[in-house]
């Protein structure tokens, strides 16, 4: 006796000629998903059969295939029956019920055995799991049970059960994505049902064996239209951004963790994260209705399961981390080059120039015969002649980083559960270890079925997170590009007492910390109610806190100048400020979901329901100054006077919300999205809005005029939306006239008395900004799911900003109110494309997404069109300048200096040779052959026009993995592939300031003898040469464009048998590199993700270990 399953269809099509009945059955069984059940003998006694079956029903087709045979078919439940004519065995149709145990194994297409595969009895809640050697044991009523076999990463399978006790089962992979569960607002759909843009990533797949600490960090390049920015110190921040630019008055996605929203994404730990869905579309995420506006972000967390054994999992990553992209400074000499290239003959702070490179020159050649220090004095002032690399300085050369993550989880027939705890140290690169970040998570969650139709969970998080840094309190600030390379690395004597010299190094050694403590506990409790077929009812509530501490102490002490023999103090005194401030949230939600198949090809599913969410904050900070001890400060310990602020805001917002699904035979899809909401945020007036959707899907490889492509092509699907939402992120009371407190300069009885603000004038009517999206998309598969791919093209308006309206005169006192009335229209497309294949003991994969858009303003009230301010036809992210013509060159000046008469001047300004030279573009009544900014307007900008865009265009990721049986490799790569950035200031000229200095990409500068230079000529004056050669300017537009390999991963799964006796089901071995190579075009020294030097960008290089009991 042989038994097959597969999944259920409905029309049978088959051409097939001297063929087997085995044959025939098969390829019925494949089309149609009914199971059969024969005896092999006899199919094989049969001859050869022609059968030519088009579009028949499943009976219409088992009479072709047994017509003229010695046999019948006999249909029952969903398992069709083979038998001679004269009778089937009574086995197969005994109806007395009896309990059976079944034993059986799970494996996959190459004979391995797969652990922890669920094996549900269908139409129940009990079942079982496999074991590490795939082998599992039920006991279920004979008859026509079911159950439905299935793990991540293969196919699932329903398999009829009969009398057998003893089933041996094969899995097989499963290529497709499609067939995935997503979990979009308030449900699940099947990946292959959506018609909204809807991304999804398995968090353990987009981590992997990475050192990452934050969300944010871990989606960067692995979702289309998603990026991700942020600092690079200890516990940073990391933003997210869908799609481009909303509006001008900014916002972020709406996030949230199982279902409801969460006010720290930086707590939250990766580990305990299952999947990601991102919702791209008005379509998609309309069901959220005014805080969708920018995207939504579902993070699903893990979760037990029932019937399943306890698992005890163990993750630890163990790191270092090594700065990258660190400026390298100009040597002594070449700095004091550069000031007698200027025209110093006398540096500002006294020392003779020629004397001070005779110095250093002197010294090079033979350092013995100064003093150790590498500094002299003459006539009272100091020339400094050691090289120091105040960067290593200030860094310990590299930081350490651990991660440990253990969980426990399992379940019983009716109670499931998992605990877990995360423990993230990461350590900065300073000196002294004063920057650092500290985070614990503990998660507790328990399911329980109360009944056949209530279950129960609660989950209950709590997260700890400290992060400290140095008290900045220096003059030029820690990674300040200011300091020479000649300043000397400890102390200088002032007045026969050694005093730290002002580097950052000291500032660090010096300072006391800054810090932020942060305390988040939050219960979400879950009630399920299945009363009747179809029918579940839910009830969830979650009770948020978060409570900050942020701290800091100003300690004083005194910094010797440097080239000056002078002292400063850190800061004009001693200084404590405390503040804790404490967030309570609370969130309801209410729903039903109904579901209802008819006439057996249409479907219905109805989801509908209540939020009601609710936020208070309220902060308290104090300040003193003075303090008694040093070693004690406190609030109460300074002298000073108390300086002391409170805040209290709230914010809540109520809705009713709906999704309506149509399906008909999982070939034609719609949907209709709304929601009614109602927020605090505007006036009573004015509060409420509804945000509908409508989505289409049409699958074309299910129509019968696709079947000749069936044989490559899985799937073909094209989708569309359009909906509208609101946006309501802006500040709490915006249509209250508010009088802030503020202390002004002037003094009365000794004290600063407290006043008020004049009050600004508000509009009672103004409301949500509205946006409305329109999204084509298209969804393909071929060749067996190997491939796939998806493509989305949106357009986003988005109507009634708040902007400034009618200007008031100045007589008013005060500015115009907001109102709604600017416009934003964004255009954009995404596309992604996967391969993924197994080859014997190989397997492979390669994934690549690309995503562009591009954002203008259609209405706004800038009726000159003045390019300070936003205007109509405005691309967001524009750069306006100069278009550089070279150096001006002695050919351009009469022998008394001055410019010829046919040469380009530029207003205000006297050029002199080796400055920039730029185009003339624009002549007018005011201004012939001279350089200028016109009037400042879009109609007359003078010689300035649109010489870039610093918007990221072209995101894209891409990530590749090959494994052989126990070892896995895997890259990932991102980047931008356009983008013009300008930078200005010293880091991107030499001696941009009067207290700047030079970088070694610095020193390529125009002079007499060097004209062949990238760079003008010097000033000694900042605003002269920032007039001149410093403008915005085509030469200096830097391409920020880059590539980033992203990660490296390299893993091995440890052999069982290594464990011997110890109780291991599997443990695996990694090594991982973050960060490691960047390919781009900007000046050394600058990342591309962070276009700043404040904290550099780190390369992250770890090992670890994954092992579970």
Do not use: C
């Not at 002032?494 to 219960?523: A, C, F, H, Q």
């Not at 219905?604 to 300040?623: M, P, R, V």
């Not at 006796?1061 to 599997?1066: A, M």
Request: aromatic share 12%.
């Amino acid at each position: 006796m042989q038994v097959s399953a597969a999944t259920f269809g409905q029309r049978i099509t088959i051409n097939q000629r001297n063929a087997s009945l085995e044959t025939v059955l098969k390829e019925i069984r494949k089309q149609s998903g009914y199971s059969f059940i024969y005896d092999v003998k006899t199919l094989n006694q049969t001859q050869k059969i022609n059968v030519v079956i088009r579009n028949a029903s499943i009976e219409d087709a088992l009479k072709k295939s047994l017509d003229g045979l010695d046999l019948a078919y006999e249909i029952n439940g969903k398992v069709i029956s083979i038998k001679k004519k004269e009778g089937l065995p009574e086995l197969f149709f005994d109806k007395r019920l009896k309990i059976i145990d079944i034993k059986g194994k799970v494996v996959d297409e190459g004979g391995k055995p797969i652990p922890s595969v669920s094996i549900l009895i269908k139409g129940t809640k009990k079942g079982t799991y496999t074991n590490e050697n795939g082998d599992f044991s039920i006991s279920i009523l004979n008859g026509e049970q079911e159950i439905i076999v299935s793990a991540v990463g293969f196919v699932t399978q329903t398999i009829i059960v009969g009398n057998q006790t003893s089933i041996n089962i094969v899995l097989k992979e499963n290529k497709s994505e499609l067939s995935e569960v997503v979990v979009v607002g308030y449900g699940t759909q099947k990946k292959s049902n959506l018609t909204g843009a809807v991304s999804v990533v398995s968090m353990d797949k987009v981590l992997g064996d990475r050192p990452v600490a934050n969300v944010g960090s871990a989606l960067q390049g692995a979702v289309p239209g998603l990026t991700v920015s942020g600092g690079a110190n200890p516990g940073a921040s990391k933003s997210i951004n869908i799609r481009g630019i909303t509006s001008i008055n900014g916002g972020s996605p709406l996030i949230l963790v199982d279902n409801v929203v969460t006010t720290n994404l930086d707590l939250i730990n990766p580990a305990d994260i299952e999947t990601v869905s991102v919702l791209k579309d008005a379509a998609s995420a309309a069901i959220y209705g005014a805080r969708a506006s920018f995207g939504v972000v579902i993070i699903t967390t893990k979760k037990g399961k029932k019937n399943q054994k306890t698992q005890l999992t163990y993750n630890g990553n163990f790191a270092f981390e090594k700065p990258i992209d660190i400026p390298e400074k100009a040597s002594p000499i070449e700095t004091i080059q550069g000031y007698k290239d200027m025209g110093y003959t006398t540096y500002w702070s006294g020392q003779n120039v020629d004397k001070w490179l005779g110095l250093i020159k002197q010294y090079n050649a033979n350092p013995g015969n100064f003093p150790e220090a590498g500094w002299v004095e003459d006539e009272g002032y100091r020339y400094f002649l050691k090289s120091n690399d105040e960067i290593k300085d200030m860094t310990s050369g590299a930081a350490s980083k651990y991660i440990h993550n253990i969980s426990a989880s399992g379940g019983s027939e009716h109670i499931a559960y998992r605990f877990s705890l995360g423990r993230t140290s990461e350590d900065g690169i300073l000196i002294t270890n004063k920057d650092a970040y500290k985070r614990t998570n503990v998660s507790a969650y328990v399911n329980a079925d109360i009944n056949r139709w209530v279950a129960t969970s609660l989950d209950v998080k709590y997260a700890n997170g400290y992060r400290t840094t140095p008290k900045n309190s220096g003059e030029f600030g820690l990674f300040g590009t200011s300091h020479p390379s000649y300043y000397p690395k400890d102390s200088l004597p002032y007045n026969g007492v050694m005093y730290p010299v002002n580097t950052p190094s000291n500032i660090i050694r010096n300072s006391d910390l800054e810090s932020w403590l942060n305390k988040n506990t939050r219960v979400f409790s879950r009630t399920e109610l299945s009363p009747l077929n179809g029918l579940k009812g839910y009830l969830e509530y979650t009770y948020e806190t978060n409570i900050q501490d942020h701290k800091w102490y100003n300690n004083l002490y005194w910094l010797q100048r440097g080239v000056e023999n002078a002292l400063d103090p850190s800061d004009q005194s001693t200084a404590y400020f405390k503040e804790i401030s404490q967030m309570t949230y609370k969130s309801l939600n209410a729903y039903l979901t109904h579901e209802k198949t008819f006439l057996k090809s249409h479907t219905i599913k109805l989801t509908a329901g209540f939020n009601q969410e609710e936020s208070t904050s309220e902060g308290l900070s104090s300040k003193n100054y003075y303090m008694i001890s040093n070693g004690l400060p406190s609030i109460s310990g300074g002298t000073g006077i108390i300086e002391s602020k409170d805040r209290f805001n709230e914010y809540a917002i109520r809705s009713g919300f709906y999704r309506l699904n149509y399906n008909f035979k999982d070939k034609y899809l719609l949907e209709a999205n709304g929601r009614y909401d109602g927020s605090s945020k505007f006036p009573a007036d004015h509060r409420y809005g509804f945000f509908p959707s409508v989505s289409a899907g049409w699958v074309l490889s299910r129509e019968s005029f696709m079947e000749s492509f069936s044989h490559w092509m899985n799937t073909l699907k094209v989708r569309a939306s359009y909906g509208s939402l609101g946006n309501q992120s802006i500040d709490d009371y915006q249509f209250y006239s508010v009088m802030s407190p503020y202390q002004p300069f002037w003094i009365s009885n000794g004290l600063r008395p407290t006043s008020l603000t004049t009050p600004g004038l508000v509009r009672k009517d103004f409301t949500w900004e509205k946006v409305n999206t329109i999204d084509i998309g298209v969804d393909v598969a071929f060749l067996g799911d190997r491939f796939s791919a998806n493509f989305d093209w949106y357009e986003r308006n988005t109507l009634g900003m708040l902007a400034p309206g009618l200007d008031f005169p100045a007589v008013v006192g005060v500015k115009a109110p907001l109102q709604n009335a600017a416009d934003l229209k964004t255009k954009g497309w995404e596309f992604s494309i996967q391969w993924r294949d197994k080859i014997g003991d190989w397997r492979y994969s390669a994934a690549f997404n690309l995503y562009n858009s591009r954002s203008v303003i259609t209405r706004y009230r800038n009726e000159n069109k003045v390019l300070s301010d936003y205007y109509e036809g405005m691309e967001l992210g524009e750069v306006w300048g100069y278009v550089t013509d070279g150096f001006y060159t002695a050919d351009d000046f009469e022998a008394n200096g001055a410019l010829k008469k046919d040469v380009v001047a530029i207003q205000g300004v006297i050029s002199h040779e080796g400055d920039i030279k730029y185009k003339n573009l624009m002549d007018d009544s005011n201004s012939t052959n001279q350089i200028d900014i016109g009037n400042g307007t879009l109609t007359n900008s003078g010689d300035r026009k649109v010489i870039g865009n610093n918007s990221p265009r072209y995101n894209f990721g891409f990530n590749a993995s090959v494994g052989w049986k126990n070892l896995d490799l895997s890259i990932l790569l991102q980047g931008v592939a356009k983008r013009d950035y300008w930078i200005g200031g010293d880091l991107m000229f030499p001696h941009a300031g009067k207290f700047s200095t030079f970088n070694k990409y610095q020193l390529d500068y125009w002079t007499p003898e060097h004209k062949d230079a990238y760079y003008g000529r010097l000033y000694k004056d900042a605003g002269e040469s920032h007039a001149v050669n410093q403008r915005v300017q085509t030469k200096f537009l830097q391409n920020a464009s880059y590539l980033r390999v992203k990660n490296v991963s390299l893993s091995y799964v440890v052999p069982k048998s290594w464990f011997g006796k110890i109780p291991v089901t599997g443990a695996r071995i990694f090594f991982s590199g973050e960060n490691m190579l960047t390919f781009t075009k900007l000046i050394p020294g600058l990342d591309p993700e962070l276009l700043s030097w404040q904290y550099p960008q780190m390369a992250t290089y770890s090992f670890g270990i994954n092992v579970n009991f």
